[in-house]
């Protein structure tokens, strides 16, 4: 038999001398040395020129053409080998072979195209924007029942899904209708996997979670999830958990998921809901993340909160009190925050004790369940008086919500803590309230929350403290000065960028404090009164109104 080089002369040789035999020998040598030692005969390969040669005998009427699109795709495995094939032109010949019907060219050609463009963003890009996506979904639909073939254009949409770019291309074709066509057909769980595996970078986009709830995906799920809910194999497992995973992704577009609620009486929403009193902790965990995602509108929260789900997310909360999942806490305590934004759906809440069961989790040390618990309560507390006054007088919450305001590790959870503890003053408006937050030593965190970069932080900051120092000043009086309230409003005022509202609630806050002895003393020595009436031209007439007021207050009262 001929040797490595000798195969490779007569290649090079070939782009003169075509003789089919001579050229279908030195292949066949080519794909043996390869399979014998890859890396070696790449670089061989590569140092006598050959890969140049190849375009030419990329031709779609050429029996060689297979062959020579196995080669590349077996010299692309190797990594060094991929930017010289790109050097050499072989992408374009390779793109127009994918137009061809013998399914032996198919085949090899994605091989090809797949090796040269793996791990490759900017590679894979430019098949995009060379077309590439709505040639193998034809090919895909065509060819579905070429088991090779199918899995060549799945590992291919796999690769490209990731790319953003891609996203738009799928969208335009009926990727969803094939992909779910094939998904029915499967019954390995190989093969369901590798479909999976292109259907959740799909599912990112809207448009595309839509069409595919259009094509029956959804149906196909329910159905995986049916199957594998009482097994105990891995792979009944696995595909539980991708099932429902994908199920949840896909209510997170606007569209499928108000067209799987269908006013509540959707069977598929009827379905999820079963998941939640499941014995199956993923069951339980897609259940109330599809719950949360279902709580997205004011109309489906006012349903769902009527049709009794509160009850059946508090029963599923009270499983998990004592050592329980953190992602079914987690998760159920964002469907019952969801729930409560609608103003009509609070004191429902309030009524059904959803503040007693979130209350439970108090000592939870994982902050995904912290920061859902605070969101939860400030949820249900807003507008709402007696909930703010019973939960505000609550000496174990007070005492947690100011260890969590030092939470400097979790921003999430010190922000909502933050807010929480204003919010038990704003709502409730009460003395008890004031005074337990004064004693739990919440004050500094709150002057120190008026400084946050969130504007509607500051404000309910400001507002809090506000009530703080009209309700309790005496008590306050101490906190107040030891956290340099005082300089704290000057530098609002004085600051160019504050929003009207914090210089208006600021100015506020400075003629309630005046009633203190200490704090008048510091507000004289800042000279307040300077920034004060500059800001009497305010071009916003409530804070150019307030400036007047406050001036007024600061000169009779120097």
């Given at each position: 038999m ?5 195969a490779l ?8 001398d075509?003789?089919t035999?001579?050229v279908e020998?030195?292949?066949d040598?080519?794909?043996k040395?390869l ?10 390969i590569q140092?006598m020129?050959i890969l ?7 031709s779609?009427?050429?029996s ?8 590349i795709?077996?010299v ?13 032109g072989l992408?374009?010949?390779l793109?127009?072979?994918?137009n061809?019907?013998?399914?032996e060219?198919l085949l090899?050609t994605?091989r ?6 793996y ?8 098949l995009?924007?060379m077309?590439?996506i709505?040639t193998?979904?034809?090919l895909l639909?065509i ?7 199918t899995?060549?254009?799945?590992i291919a949409f ?5 790319l ?5 291309q ?8 094939e992909l ?9 769980h190989?093969?369901k996997e ?12 809207d448009?595309?979670?839509?069409q ?5 995906l959804v149906?196909c799920?329910l159905?995986?999830v ?8 891995e792979?009944?497992?696995s ?6 995973d994908?199920m949840v992704?896909?209510l997170?577009?606007d569209?499928?998921m ?9 069977s ?6 079963s998941?939640?009193p499941?014995?199956n902790h993923?069951?339980?965990l897609?259940?109330a993340?599809a719950?949360?995602?279902f709580a997205r509108?004011d109309g ?11 009850q ?5 909360l009270?499983?998990?009190?004592e ?6 806490q987690h998760?159920a ?7 409560a934004?609608p103003?009509?759906n609070?004191s ?6 959803v503040?007693?069961?979130v209350?439970?989790?108090?000592q939870?040390?994982?902050p995904?369940?912290?920061?859902k618990?605070l ?10 008086a007696?909930a ?9 919450l007070?005492?947690?919500?100011v260890e969590?305001?030092e ?11 933050n ?6 003053i704003?709502h409730?408006?009460?003395?008890e309230?004031?005074k337990?937050?004064?004693q739990?030593g919440?004050?500094?965190h ?15 900051a ?7 120092a009209a309700?309790?000043l005496v008590?306050?009086?101490k ?12 530098k609002l005022?004085?600051d160019e960028r504050s929003?009207?509202e914090i210089?208006y ?12 002895e ?8 800042l ?12 071009e916003n007439k409530?804070?150019?109104?307030q ?7 600061l000169?009779?009262?120097?």
């Open positions: 001929e040797n490595l080089s000798d002369e007569k290649l090079k040789l070939s782009s003169t075509k003789t035999d001579s020998s030195s292949l040598c080519l794909l040395a399979c014998n030692s890859s890396a070696e005969a790449s670089m061989k140092e020129g140049p040669v190849f375009p030419s005998l990329l779609p009427q050429s060689c053409t297979p062959k020579v699109a196995n080669i795709a077996e692309a495995k190797n990594e060094f080998m991929r930017s010289p094939c790109v050097e050499a992408i374009p010949p793109i127009q072979l994918l061809s019907t013998d399914q060219v090899q994605g090809a195209l797949g090796n040269i463009c791990d490759s963003h900017s590679l894979q890009a430019q995009i924007s077309g590439v709505p193998l979904v034809k639909g060819h579905s029942h070429n088991t090779a073939l899995e060549m254009c799945l796999g690769n490209l899904a990731e953003e770019s891609s996203k738009e799928f969208a335009s074709t009926n990727i969803a209708e779910v066509h094939l998904f029915q057909k499967q019954t390995e190989e093969k590798m479909i999976f595996e292109v259907l959740a970078p799909l599912a990112e986009n448009l595309i979670k839509l595919l709830v259009e094509a029956g149906e799920l159905e995986v049916a199957q594998t809910v009482d097994g105990e194999r792979e009944d497992v595909q539980l958990k991708t099932a429902s994908l992704l896909l997170l577009g569209e499928s108000q067209k799987l609620f269908e006013g509540g009486k959707g598929v929403f009827q379905r999820v809901l998941w939640i499941s014995h993923q069951l339980q897609a259940g993340l719950i949360a995602n509108n489906n929260c006012i349903h769902m909160v009527d049709t009794g789900i509160v059946k997310l508090l029963e599923l009270d499983r998990h009190v050592e329980g999942n953190v992602t079914v998760a305590l964002s469907a019952l925050r969801n729930l934004i103003v009509v609070k429902k809440m309030l009524s059904a004790g503040a007693d069961v209350l439970k989790f108090l939870s040390e994982m995904p369940v912290q920061f618990l969101g939860t309560l400030r949820m249900l507390i807003d507008t709402q007696e703010a006054d019973q939960l505000g007088t609550n000496g174990k007070v005492e947690r919500l969590w305001c939470a400097k590790d979790h921003a999430g959870v010190m922000g909502e803590s807010r929480l503890l204003s919010a038990l704003r409730s408006k009460s003395k309230v004031v337990a937050v004064i739990g919440g004050v500094k709150l002057v120190t929350m008026a400084t946050s970069e969130h504007m509607i932080m500051q404000n309910e400001l507002v809090a403290l506000g009530l703080i309700l309790d008590a306050a009086e906190d107040f000065v030891g956290s340099s309230l005082v300089s704290m409003l000057h005022l004085s929003a009207p210089k609630n600021s100015m506020i806050l400075i003629c309630a404090v005046m009633g203190s200490p704090l008048h003393k510091e507000v004289q020595s000279a307040f009164i300077d920034v004060v009436s500059k800001l009497r031209a305010h409530t804070v150019s109104h400036a007047s007021l406050t001036e007024q207050r000169t009779a009262q120097s």
